[in-house]
T-cell receptor
Framework: RKEVEQDPGPFNVPEGATVAFNCTYS??????FFWYRQDCRKEPKLLMS???SGNEDGRFTAQLNRASQYISLLIRDSKLSDSATYLC???????FGAGTRLTVKP | DGGITQSPKYLFRKEGQNVTLSCEQN?????MYWYRQDPGQGLRLIYY???????QKGDIAEGYSVSREKKESFPLTVTSAQKNPTAFYLC?????????????FGSGTRLTVV
C-alpha cells in the first residue's frame, strides 16, 4: 500500500465551480500535513499546511480527518489560474502523493 | 533570500556518460532530498540525507549516487548504469528528516539523454 494516495483526476471544472480533493495516508503517527501546488514543468510550491482544526486561506480550505486518515482541499469559486496539479504530503514520510490534476475552463 | 538552487536548469547527456546535478541550500536545513519526476507522473524519491556524511537510498536509487560533504550541498550523480535517465530532477530540503515544517524545492534540472 502506498503511504499517500490521491485521486489522479483529471478534474475538469468550469470557472466559479467548487472542487474538492482528498488524500489518504497510511502512517497514523503523521503529525503535519501539507498541500502543494505544481504548475506544468515547474517545482512544487507549498500551498497550505493542514491544521487539526481545519484552516482557510481565501478560497482554499484544508481539512484533516485523523480517524479516517485523510486530508482534503476545497477550492471555491475556481479561477482559470487554479489549473495545476495538487500534491499532498505528510511528515515522517518524504513521499508525495501522485497529484490530482485540475483544469478550470472558461 | 534563503532558498535552494539547482543547476543547471537543462542538461543534455550522451549515452554512457555520468553527469552531476548540483543542489545548494542556504536555509540551514539538515535534511535534503532528491526526487525524479517523469512526464505526467508523481515524484519518486531517489536519495535522502539527514546530516552531513550520511545518506540513505530512496525508492529508486539504482543508477544514482550522492554525497553530502557539506550541510549546504547535496549533489546527485546520474551514472551510466541508469538506463532511462531522461526526467525532471527536483532537490528539496526540510528542517530535519521529520519534515514537520514541510519541504522546500529547488526549481529543478531537466535532464535529457541524446
Amino acid at each position: 500500500r502506498k503511504e499517500v494516495e490521491q485521486d489522479p483526476g483529471p478534474f475538469n471544472v468550469p470557472e466559479g465551480a467548487t472542487v474538492a480533493f482528498n488524500c489518504t495516508y497510511s502512517n497514523s503517527a503523521s503529525q503535519s500535513f501539507f498541500w502543494y501546488r505544481q504548475d506544468c514543468r515547474k517545482e512544487p510550491k507549498l500551498l497550505m499546511s493542514v491544521y487539526s482544526s481545519g484552516n482557510e486561506d481565501g478560497r482554499f480550505t484544508a481539512q484533516l480527518n485523523r480517524a479516517s486518515q485523510y486530508i482534503s482541499l476545497l477550492i471555491r469559486d475556481s479561477k482559470l489560474s487554479d489549473s495545476a496539479t495538487y500534491l499532498c504530503v505528510v511528515n515522517n514520510d518524504m513521499r508525495f502523493g501522485a497529484g490530482t490534476r485540475l483544469t478550470v475552463k472558461p | 533570500d534563503g532558498g535552494i538552487t539547482q543547476s543547471p536548469k537543462y542538461l543534455f547527456r550522451k549515452e554512457g556518460q555520468n553527469v552531476t546535478l548540483s543542489c545548494e541550500q542556504n536555509l540551514n536545513h539538515d535534511a535534503m532530498y532528491w526526487y525524479r519526476q517523469d512526464p505526467g507522473q508523481g515524484l519518486r524519491l531517489i536519495y535522502y540525507s539527514q546530516i552531513v556524511n550520511d545518506f540513505q537510498k530512496g525508492d529508486i536509487a539504482e543508477g544514482y549516487s550522492v554525497s553530502r560533504e557539506k550541510k549546504e550541498s547535496f549533489p546527485l550523480t546520474v551514472t551510466s548504469a541508469q538506463k532511462n535517465p531522461t526526467a525532471f530532477y527536483l532537490c528539496a530540503s526540510s528542517t530535519n528528516l521529520d519534515g514537520y515544517y514541510g519541504y522546500t524545492f529547488g526549481s529543478g534540472t531537466r535532464l535529457t539523454v541524446v
